[in-house]
């Protein structure tokens, strides 16, 4: 897909309503109501800056979480941090497309920034349909009329075909702010400008999506190495004919990822040299760490890449002209556990290599461990993230890049 998008620089905004869609779903503690981490809050406080100091009336339509889920709740909280973090106010309106958001859109002034309800409390917003459908729905067609200029900046809610991210695109001149903008560049730049040799670490439990990523990279000639680790690991390993253990084995069953042995299997034979595997593992034996050889696994639970796994993969990340990685090496949060992470991470972040981290649990992983400064690109939005390097199309980038 050609990146044929427009910014913030193609709009001339002085005086203008912006629609800005942006992604603040953040960890709310579901006791006190408190947003335990701003991080997403202070990454989009950039477009918003932008937007206000060019004299636009900002209008910001944002989710947090989804019905029945504990932290599904208002957005009053997130626009007092916003306000904070901005040093201007952020005014809440109880209101998505009613008399009371749309009475507040048309008072505004220069600079104003409004934030509006939880876009998800408004039941069609949960639909998934293609875009023209989206812009026939009560929240589009009531708020267009009001507003000059869409902009989207969720980046992180891209790979969704809902109301806010697709239909107004399809109503309003458009364009990608400043987080959009940056992810698409980077992420899109990591599969057609390949730096080598270019290394891939795939791992955590999600296998189907690195799976996905893995035939994609390497289809296009785009990767010249993977390295497994975590769940996806014991799958490949499964599909070399080693034994992991019945445990092992069993959780692979019980995720559902049993059928992907077979594909396993077919992507190491015909891309045999640039499939790696750990040459040991790390068992969790009476609450303890104890490194195996793969042809010596007992019957235990495989929480970790064993030491010399972690010093070949090491040497590939450290020798990479560019290196994209997803999904912890292991039970990182238990400290037993989370060597490989650790090693692996530290190897991405000493490397002269141009890093990109899919977002999700390794970049956590990257930020606990203190590794963040010395990564290139850390994804804010991981099922974004790994779709597009999976080469799947994103409704909420297709609609902007081919206006309907």
Same mark, same amino acid.
């Given at each position: 897909m050609s990146l044929n998008f427009k910014t913030i620089d193609d709009l001339e905004l002085n005086d203008k309503t912006v629609l800005l869609r /942006?992604?603040?779903?953040? $960890?709310?503690? $579901?006791h006190t109501g408190r947003i335990l981490d701003d991080t997403r809050?202070? &990454?989009?406080?950039?477009t918003i800056d932008e937007l206000a100091g060019m004299d636009a009336k900002?209008? /910001?339509l944002a989710h947090q979480s989804r019905p029945g889920k504990k932290d599904f709740t208002t957005l009053e909280k997130h626009a007092e941090i916003l306000s904070d973090i901005l040093g201007r106010p952020v005014k809440y309106v109880e209101d998505i497309f009613g008399c009371a958001a749309r009475e507040e859109i048309s008072k505004m002034k220069k600079g104003d920034i409004i934030l509006l309800e939880n876009v998800r409390f408004y039941s069609e917003e949960i639909l998934k349909r293609e875009p023209k459908i989206q812009a026939k729905t009560h929240l589009v067609r009531k708020l267009s009329p009001l507003i000059d200029y869409y902009i989207n900046d969720a980046f992180a809610a891209a790979h969704r075909s809902q109301p806010s991210l697709v239909g107004f695109a399809v109503k309003l001149p458009s364009a990608a702010g400043r987080v959009m903008e940056r992810e698409?560049?980077? &992420? #899109?730049? %990591?599969l057609e400008n390949v730096k080598r040799p270019c290394v891939y670490i795939l791992g955590g439990v999600k296998v189907d999506d690195s799976i996905k990523v893995m035939q994609n990279v390497l289809k296009k000639g785009s990767a010249d190495h993977i390295l497994t680790t975590g769940?996806?690991?014991?799958?490949?390993?499964?599909? %070399?004919? /080693?034994?992991i253990g019945e445990c092992n084995e069993k959780l692979i069953k019980k995720r559902g990822y049993k059928n992907l042995i077979k594909v396993a299997k077919k992507l190491m034979k015909k891309f045999k040299d640039k499939i790696l595997i750990p040459v040991d593992v790390a068992v969790c034996k009476d609450d303890k760490r104890l490194d195996v050889p793969i042809?010596? /696994? @007992?019957?235990? @639970?495989? #929480?970790?890449?064993?030491l010399e796994t972690m010093k070949i993969y090491a040497e590939k990340i450290r020798s990479?002209?560019?290196i994209v990685a997803n999904g912890p090496a292991g039970v990182f949060e238990n400290p037993e556990f989370s060597i490989g992470t650790e090693d692996l991470l530290n190897a991405i972040s000493s490397s002269a290599g141009f890093s990109i981290i899919g977002g999700g649990h390794l970049a956590a992983a990257a930020v606990q461990m203190g590794f963040q400064d010395g990564i290139d690109h850390i994804s804010s939005g991981g099922g974004a993230a790994i779709s597009l390097l999976a080469g799947e199309e994103l409704p909420a980038v297709k609609v902007l890049c081919n206006p309907i």
């Open positions: /942006i992604d603040i779903n953040s $960890p709310v503690d $579901p809050l202070r &990454l989009h406080s950039e900002v209008v /910001i698409l560049k980077i &992420l #899109y730049g %990591a769940l996806v690991a014991n799958v490949f390993l499964k599909a %070399a004919k /080693i034994d042809d010596d /696994i @007992p019957d235990l @639970p495989i #929480y970790d890449i064993g990479a002209k560019m």
